[in-house]
């Protein structure tokens, strides 16, 4: 049996990784603010306050007050259960997207790299060209065409992030081809599938980890501004950037509705770049 | 070098038919008639009839893509059904928009973000680093939409010191033209500055733990000389090949900012284009946008491999 | 494309050098969408009629009742039968590039919206059988049939009058330089940023037009378009949002300009258009009736447009000459609405794909819509959809409740033919009914206001009352202009054109 790249090393990776991670303060932080957008995200109705559909026409835009902290949105529903609610939304939307994005760009980041030949070729020349058109724009194109929901916003964030992990996978996956254990790996008669999973697969995971949260960050975004133009979360459910997008006609005459939101998007936002930053460092082997 | 070059111009050919064939698939897909979404209110079946067929829009998809296609070749973009516009003109029409949008957020981006990131890793794990990082990290998770509405709502609408909106020449008024453009620049350019500063910081790093520097620390020389010239040239060149990358995303439109901002520019028209289903327009655009970039690619790889030869691989 | 472009430079350069001389005055309009092609024959946008206003006279126009008043045309006078209109011409026009306005080039300028080749006018004309010309001021349309919306078109787009020999020369390339009789010539647009048009010195009516320049500005974002308005930056916007209302009024260098708009906004239900029409709102009178009912139209002019909007439950507003006093708006009632979902035998709730048009105000119409609709044991599914995806899927039948509002036409048949004959092209929710139809074909072939109302009482008992028909209609919008103070003499008409003439900037 060929020696695994972990048996290489004196300690594990990951627990070096984790005791690194720890003692960064920044990423630690980010890593408790996200855990806990999660678990807000995951008990939101017992967390809000009201429920975020709710309207009221007698409490349409009022300001922040003792009973709606964050004040009331244009048809008198409660803006902090509805940012509340919206993290559901834009979580999932970083999470599931980016998955997608991993599911899809790695098998072929490492086809691409393991295989050569014109497999790489034709893979190569699909990512470049992927790349070369604007993100927003291919996003806005396959959310119109698999026609606007949330789901659907996921799908096409995610199919425009894949690109970058196939050039990411790739690239990781030709510099530890030629690496020892691979070598010996392949000298020991191993079959290629087994190689690119058990050997390649695992020494490329650190670079994937910290693209993946810079990318979950990246999605966010994505997913607000697609909401932001109509295509994501269908109302009357809440998401942050669908908010902002009702907020910004009221910006003179009520700008909480926009604060919070866009806050609660540059909170979460801030918090999977500074883990991502974190997880970086971490996992760098060149660092002490 | 021959070889390289040559092997990266040929991968251009495939990579730019590919992206043809995208963008002009990626359209057909999009729901909604064109000939319907033109005639707005009116809609007689007749007038609609002869629309389709005046655009070739009741050909086959492949068909019309061959049409497109051998415009294409002989330098013919098409016409805007919207706008009976051609649409080289457009692009023409746009393109020092953009460009002019573009080359400020790269000056802002420049102007924070390489200082910031010297600063930050000259004075490595101090206050001045944290400043630094928490600035940058800052512009990348602020929401450029976001960003922008704020400063129209600040800076127009309270103090009143900036037009909210539009766009003006620089040939026509220049202190105008700063004043419309400076806002945008400045949402586009803080995300980028923050990119900067990280790719800065990291280089320079690099560089300053590299033999060279400790060489020149060694002769005596004053630490700010050794960081100047010694360090932040060596460090530079990653970072300038990477603005390259850069520059070429913010020629092929700052979507969201320039509708934000009613900017006339290349995503404005873009997007104003997707949703008006005005295809020809959406395919050239998109297409020699997407041909800039490649081509900036080229060159920042080029550029990249004449500092690095060892990476021509 | 460059020969252009240097001329219009030069063009500029020498209206620069006389703006030396004496300060020039320029109006900036914020428009809230871009513009289409400039070509009346071609345009068909709400947007591009703004501009038309300035740069193409018609033959006629309205005024602020609603009357048919002449513009190019001196006057009109209509044969017993209905099917000849004599229309005399003004004198002494002349169009931009100096050729003279007669009855060959108003002919000329009919039989080009009649016949070219992707004409939105065809339809419009579609009564007009042929034009003849009487004498050099005059010219006879011969109609197919009598048809009194006719007289109304002309002071639309199919009523402007373009230079034959610039059309000649453009072809369908027109739009890219207009050239037409109005107030004011165009000078250059740049697409997506401004239209530039200057006061023509040999305009007929030369001595009411006071500015020396105007500028036409999209800015789609409306926060954004009074933001501008409010900091100098623009003199008039159009499209103010209800919302922003207070604001304008608060800002003592604003004034507000009001009228009730031509159009409406409504759910159009899918009685009969495919499978998706296969449900109880569809199928039951009933069951609508019990919708309408559930809705409180007031209650959404309140939240959503604070009051400024006017309620309505017809075609035309309450205000408007045409409006159908002996069915007026029900007021909300959930308990009968209930009773009647109840005898009708739907399970509830009943859930409705419902399309929604992607805009701000638009989503909070439709969630107020699918709250109070809720009560009474409707479930509204919001599928906000891009709007030139819901054209698409509206005339394929792909909803049940969809939310579209129109911009309105002066006369009532615009409002409501196309909708509720029989398999005319508005017609996606595929109503049909033919004393409908027949009512219709009456309305038109009569000149008399009475008579014609009369034929629209026998539609509305048949379409308004207790919702049989295919749209319930929610509101008619307030046209709202805001301009700076030192604009003079503006007035604004129903069908929320901007007209230059008589305006004077301080």
Redesign the interface.
């Known amino acids: 049996m060929a020696t695994t790249a972990t048996e290489l090393h004196e300690e594990n990776p990951w627990a070096r990784a984790w005791r690194r991670l720890k003692r960064r303060k920044g990423a630690m932080a980010a890593l408790v603010v996200v855990v806990l957008l999660i678990a807000i995200a995951i008990l939101a109705p017992w967390v809000a306050p009201y429920d975020p559909?709710?309207?009221s026409?007698g409490a349409?835009r009022k300001a922040p007050t003792w009973a709606h902290w964050f004040g009331t949105d244009?048809?008198?529903r409660d803006v902090l259960s509805r940012v509340i609610f919206g993290a559901r939304a834009s979580l999932s939307a970083g999470l599931v997207s980016v998955s997608i994005a991993v599911g899809a760009g790695v098998p072929l980041g490492l086809l691409a790299g393991y295989a050569g030949g014109w497999v790489d070729a034709v893979l190569s020349r699909i990512v470049d060209a992927m790349l070369a058109i604007p993100f927003l724009i291919l996003a806005i194109a396959l959310s119109?065409f698999l026609?606007?929901s949330l789901s659907n916003a996921m799908i096409a964030i995610g199919v425009t992030a894949t690109p970058v992990f196939v050039r990411l996978t790739r690239g990781q996956t030709l510099g530890a081809k030629v690496e020892d254990y691979v070598e010996a790996a392949r000298a020991v008669g191993n079959p290629h599938w087994r190689i690119a999973l058990r050997h390649v697969l695992p020494n490329i995971v650190p670079p994937l980890l910290v693209q993946a949260s810079l990318a979950i960050a990246g999605a966010i975004i994505a997913e607000a501004a697609l909401s932001f133009?109509?295509?994501g979360q269908?109302?009357?459910a809440p998401s942050w950037g669908s908010m902002l997008?009702?907020a910004?006609?009221?910006?003179?005459?009520a700008p909480w509705m926009a604060f919070w939101p866009g806050f609660a998007i540059f909170f979460a936002v801030l918090s999977f770049n500074l883990l991502g930053d974190g997880l970086r460092d971490a996992l760098d082997p060149r660092h002490k | 070098m021959l070889a390289f070059l040559t092997r990266r111009l040929l991968q251009i050919i495939p990579t730019i038919i590919i992206v043809s064939m995208l963008i002009f698939g990626l359209q057909q897909l999009?729901?909604?008639?064109p000939a319907?979404?033109?005639?707005?209110?009116?809609?007689?079946?007749?007038?609609l009839a002869?629309?389709r067929h005046?655009y070739r829009l009741d050909e086959p998809v492949p068909v019309q893509y061959v049409y497109w296609i051998k415009g294409v070749m002989s330098g013919n973009l098409g016409e805007s059904m919207?706008?009976?516009?051609?649409v080289g003109?457009?692009v023409r029409?746009?393109l020092p928009v953009t460009l002019q949008l573009a080359t400020m957020a790269l000056i802002i981006a420049l102007g924070i973000g390489i200082p910031a990131g010297i600063v930050s890793a000259v004075k490595k794990e101090t206050a001045w680093d944290y400043a630094a990082n928490l600035f940058a990290l800052w512009g990348l998770s602020t929401p450029n939409f976001w960003l922008g509405?704020l400063l129209?709502f600040l800076f127009?609408?309270t103090l009143?010191w900036l037009?909210?909106?539009?766009?003006v020449q620089m040939s026509e008024n220049w202190k105008q033209s700063l004043a419309t453009s400076i806002m945008p620049a400045f949402v586009l350019g803080n995300a980028l500055a923050a990119v900067l500063m990280r790719h800065t910081r990291s280089a320079m790093l690099q560089a300053m733990g590299a033999d060279y520097v400790r060489t020149a620390r060694a002769k005596g020389l004053e630490e700010s000389r050794v960081v100047l010239k010694h360090a932040l040239r060596n460090a530079m060149t990653p970072v300038i090949t990477l603005l390259a990358l850069d520059f070429g995303t913010l020629l092929s439109g700052a979507v969201l900012t320039e509708?934000?901002?009613?900017i006339?520019g290349f995503g404005?028209?873009i997007v104003?284009s997707v949703?008006?289903?005005d295809y020809a327009v959406v395919q050239g655009v998109v297409l020699v946008t997407s041909s800039l970039y490649i081509m900036l690619n080229l060159l920042a790889d080029i550029a990249y491999v004449l500092v690095n030869p060892r990476l021509r691989g | 494309?460059l020969p252009l472009r240097s001329l219009l430079l030069a063009l500029a350069l020498m209206s620069a050098a006389l703006a030396g001389a004496s300060a020039q005055t320029n109006l900036r309009i914020g428009l809230a969408e871009?513009p289409?092609?400039l070509?009346p024959t071609?345009a068909?946008?709400?947007v591009g009629r703004i501009v038309f206003a300035s740069l193409c006279d018609k033959l006629f126009d309205i005024d602020e009742n609603l009357k048919i008043v002449p513009q190019l045309a001196l006057s009109h006078e209509t044969s017993a039968d209905g099917k000849t209109v004599i229309i005399k011409l003004r004198p002494n026009v002349k169009f931009h590039d100096g050729e003279p306005f007669d009855a060959v080039a108003a002919k000329y300028s009919l039989d080009r919206h009649l016949t070219m080749?992707?004409?939105?006018r065809?339809?419009?004309l579609a009564s007009v059988e042929s034009v003849d010309v009487v004498d050099p001021l005059t010219i006879k349309l011969n109609l197919k049939a009598a048809f009194s919306p006719l007289l109304a078109q002309l002071t639309d787009r199919a009523g402007m009058m373009v230079s034959p020999k610039a059309a000649e020369a453009a072809g369908?390339?027109f739009?890219?330089h207009p050239v037409c009789a109005g107030p004011y010539k165009f000078v250059e647009r740049?697409?997506?940023?401004r239209i530039v048009v200057e006061k023509f010195a040999d305009y007929w009516d030369k001595d009411h037009v006071f500015i020396d320049r105007i500028t036409y500005?999209?800015?789609?974002?409306?926060?954004?378009?009074l933001?501008?308005l409010?900091?100098g930056?623009l003199d008039l916007i159009e499209r103010v949002?209800a919302?922003?209302i207070?604001?304008v009024r608060e800002d003592k260098k604003l004034s507000l300009s009001k009228a009730v708009s031509l159009g409406y906004v409504g759910l159009t239900v899918n009685l009969a258009n495919g499978p998706k029409a296969e449900n109880p709102l569809a199928k039951n009178p009933k069951v609508r009736e019990a919708f309408e009912l559930s809705i409180d139209r007031d209650?959404i002019n309140?939240?959503?447009f604070n009051g400024e909007f006017v309620p309505g439950n017809q075609w035309v507003s309450p205000q408007n000459p045409y409006y159908q006093a002996k069915f007026p708006i029900p007021k909300r009632d959930v308990a009968k609405a209930k009773a009647l979902l109840k005898e009708a035998g739907v399970t509830t709730p009943l859930a409705l794909d419902f399309m929604v048009p992607?805009?701000?105000e638009f989503?909070?119409v439709?969630?107020?819509a699918?709250?109070m609709t809720a009560e009474a044991g409707f479930d509204l599914k919001?599928?906000?959809?891009?709007?030139?995806?819901s054209?698409?899927?509206s005339?394929e039948g792909n909803y049940q409740v969809y939310l579209i509002g129109?911009?309105g036409r002066s006369d009532p048949d615009g409002n409501s033919y196309s909708f509720q004959v029989c398999g005319q092209?508005?017609n996606t929710s595929h109503f049909c009914d033919k004393e409908v139809d027949a009512a219709h074909e009456e309305a038109r072939g009569k000149t008399d206001p009475a008579q014609r109302k009369a034929a629209y009482e026998k539609i509305a008992a048949r379409t308004i009352d207790k919702a049989r028909g295919s749209v319930v209609y929610l509101y008619h919008p307030q046209v709202l202009v805001a301009h700076t103070d030192r604009l003079e003499g503006y007035r604004q008409m129903p069908d929320g054109l901007i007209r230059v003439i008589g305006l004077k900037l301080k």
């Open positions: 559909t709710k309207t026409f349409v244009e048809v008198g119109a026609g606007p133009l109509g295509l269908q109302p009357p997008n009702s910004q006609r009221f910006i003179a005459q | 999009l729901p909604g008639d319907l979404i033109m005639a707005g209110e009116e809609r007689d079946p007749q007038v002869e629309i005046q919207r706008l009976k516009a051609s003109a457009l029409e746009k509405i129209i127009s609408v009143g037009p909210a909106s539009g766009y509708q934000i901002f009613s006339p404005k028209l104003d949703f008006n289903r | 494309m871009d289409d092609v070509d071609l068909r946008t709400y080749k992707g004409s939105f065809k339809p419009e369908d390339k739009g890219l740049v697409q997506q940023d500005l999209p800015i789609v974002d409306s926060t954004v378009r933001a501008n409010r900091s930056g949002l919302t922003d207070k604001t209650a309140q939240v959503v992607n805009g701000v989503r909070s439709a969630e107020l699918q709250s919001i599928r906000l959809t891009e709007f030139a995806t054209l698409k899927q005339e129109w911009s092209p508005q």
